[in-house]
Structures are given as C-alpha cells and as structure tokens.
C-alpha cells in the first residue's frame, strides 16, 4: 500500500521498518547451526522447504482465491525433475534446480487452464486433486525413469563444484533460496500485478470491468505458485536423497491446506508460520506414541475455531508492520 498508514507513519518509514523486519529472520536463522545436532538441523532444512511450499499455495488459495489443489503435484514435478537431472542426465544441483522451477512453473500453466474454462470452487477442487494423484500414479508406472515404489535416488549434492555433504551445507543454500523467492513473492504481491491478483479475490466480475485482464492475472498466479513450489520440491529432493511416489498424495494435500488455514490465508508471514508451525509440532508430538494424530488435529481446530484468520492475525493486530504489508482481510 502507498500513502499513510493506519498509525499515521510516512510510507517510507513504514517500508523502512518493514525491511529490517524481513531481514532480521534469516539474520537471526543463520545462527540455528551454531546450537542445532544433527537432527534439529535436518527438521530446520525441512521447515525452509515447507515455508515456500505454503507460499506458494497461499498465493493461489489465498491471494487469488482459487479452491486449487494442484499444489502437491507442482511439489512432486519439482522434486521428481532435479532427481532426474541430477540422476539420468548428470547436470549439477543448481542447474536442475532451475529446471525444476521452470517444469513447475509449466505446471502451473497447465492447472490455470480450468480456472480459465470458469470452473470454480468444489470443482476446480476436485480437478486439481486430480491432478495431483495423476502425477503420483505416473510417478509409481514411469518405473524406468522414476524407479516407481523403489525411490529415485540423488548423486551426492555439490554446488559450483563443492560438495555439500552435511546438513549445515544444506541449510545455508535452502536460507538463501527461501530469502529469495519469499522476497520476490512479497514485491509481486506489493506491484500492479499482486493487486490485481487480489482484486481478482475480491470480485472478478468487478474486475473485469475495470479493464483488467483477470485471465492473464490467474494464469500468472498460478505459475507463480508453480515455481515457488516447483523450487520447494528441489529443495525437498536434495533434503532426502530419494524421491519416492508416497511423498506426494493427499495426505500432503491435507497437510499443505492445513499450514495454509494456520499461518492465516492471504498472508505471507503467515505461510511462514504455517510452515514452521506445522512442520514442528507433528515431531514434537511423536513423543506420544499413538497419541500424535489427535494431539495435532485438536491443535488445528483450536487454532480454526479462535483464530479463523491464523496466527497472522496476532501480529496484525501487534503491528502495522504486518498488517500492510502481509495481512489481508
């Protein structure tokens, strides 16, 4: 937003304050390796992975409003191209983390077809988990390229040449990406083109008549949403080792939507905390042998049924900072 905020602050101080807040996180994350064993580390490296999951799924469900559940498959595509770069064709980490952007991103394109065709809601829904379960049963047949039920192993992981065989390694490359793609997701969401993705929300037909193109619009969100997820899923393969079909079906669907609902839909501070929310507490609840799945469901309803607008809410109401620049109502 331009102009004064609600506090009365001049926009560029109110810009100013939101820079230094989005860059004291991962000032502040890069220190997790100087206290994190091993085991931490890996739960950190997979909490960056799963915040680009939820923005990338909250830019769609969220920010353009779209019932799409296509996010499971963007994730398995992206993962699935970087095991196969990386594996059949030799090409380095970095390179197959690109294509696996671009294949997302393709993806993408290809989901945005039924939202162009007018199909909406439960509808476009159901399409799109379609989607998802088509790309797992092609994952599970495509056995020569895939490996199927076996797992598609990754070549040990290098960048420019070195190689990155630990955790910490890991963790520094996932800060840098999660710090890029959140930072270039947070300018689209603030330009021309995130407005209108957001008025799109609101009311399409108004939309339209106001001159903007809504199909342009809903086919870049949804690409957009491709790529980060596409990345993410690149992330995710280096993190395991070994892609295999299980990891992508509707049990993740449930879990990304989840994160989503928690962290506050529209926001993307919020998909942050989802992410990290919702990767850490299904671990912690592990200590309850039998117990995890209803541990968590009651966290998650809890949070639904006081806090309908997710956690964000809370720092909405703390700081301006979030509100306008993250929260949406």
Request: one cysteine or more.
């Amino acid at each position: 937003m331009s102009g004064d905020t609600a506090s009365g602050s001049p926009a560029p101080v109110q810009r100013s304050r939101w820079i230094s807040t989005f860059y004291l996180l991962p000032v502040l994350a890069a220190f997790i390796p100087l206290f994190a064993n091993e085991y931490i580390q890996f739960m950190a490296n997979r909490m960056l992975v799963y915040i680009l999951v939820t923005v990338g799924f909250n830019l769609v469900v969220g920010n353009l409003g779209q019932l799409a559940f296509a996010n499971t498959a963007f994730f398995g595509i992206g993962a699935y191209s970087t095991a196969i770069m990386m594996s059949h064709v030799g090409l380095p980490y970095w390179v197959a983390l690109i294509i696996a952007a671009i294949a997302g991103g393709l993806a993408g394109l290809l989901a945005s077809i039924t939202a162009l065709r007018g199909i909406r809601l439960y509808y476009l829904a159901i399409i799109t988990l379609a989607f998802g379960e088509l790309m797992r049963w092609v994952y599970l047949h495509a056995d020569k390229v895939t490996m199927g039920s076996d797992g598609l192993p990754l070549p040990p992981l290098d960048l420019f040449g070195l190689p990155i065989t630990t955790e910490v390694g890991k963790f520094y490359i996932f800060l840098a990406i999660t710090v890029v793609v959140v930072k270039a997701t947070s300018n689209l969401l603030r330009s021309r083109i995130g407005r209108a993705i957001m008025a799109i929300r609101d009311n399409e037909l108004t939309t339209a008549s106001l001159g903007i193109s809504t199909a342009h619009h809903i086919v870049l969100a949804f690409v957009w949403s491709g790529v980060v997820v596409g990345i993410a899923g690149a992330m995710f393969a280096a993190l395991v080792g070994r892609v295999f079909p299980e990891s992508f079906g509707l049990i993740e669907v449930i879990v990304h939507f989840a994160m989503v609902m928690v962290g506050g839909t529209g926001s993307l501070i919020g998909s942050v905390i989802g992410g990290v929310t919702l990767t850490a507490l299904p671990e912690y609840f592990r200590q309850f042998p039998g117990m995890e799945e209803l541990f968590f469901g009651i966290i998650i309803i809890c949070i639904l049924l006081f806090l309908p607008k997710g956690i964000a809410s809370i720092l909405a109401k703390l700081s301006a900072v979030f509100r306008e620049r993250y929260y949406l109502d």
